[in-house]
């Protein structure tokens, strides 16, 4: 009787050793599924980091083509404002020429 209470608890004892075994890999697996996603994550942050600093980059562009316009535009303003004052002059000429 001793021998098949003894016999029992080792059965019981290998009975919980395999299932703390089996928690252990699928503990294991778990994790390393967490750390393959976890790198995942981390190769996807890294290229919306690089698409970001590209974004930037391609916003500064903008703005200096922007403002290339518009002093460009200013000085083309200016030039046909200068343009308009000698055409007045002319035309202000030609009329007192005529009288």
Do not use: H, P
């Amino acid at each position: 009787m001793v021998a098949i209470g003894f016999e029992t608890k080792v059965n019981r004892l290998e009975s919980i050793v395999e299932q703390i075994g089996e928690a252990v890999l699928a503990t294991t697996e778990t994790i390393d599924k967490l750390g393959d996603r976890m790198d995942n994550l981390g190769v996807q942050m890294e290229e919306q980091g690089k698409q970001i600093q590209q974004q930037g980059y391609q916003i500064l562009a903008l703005c200096d083509a922007v403002q290339t316009l518009a002093e460009t535009q200013d000085d083309s303003l200016q030039k046909l404002s200068q343009l308009t004052q000698t055409l007045d002059r002319l035309m202000t000429m030609i009329q007192g020429s005529e009288d």
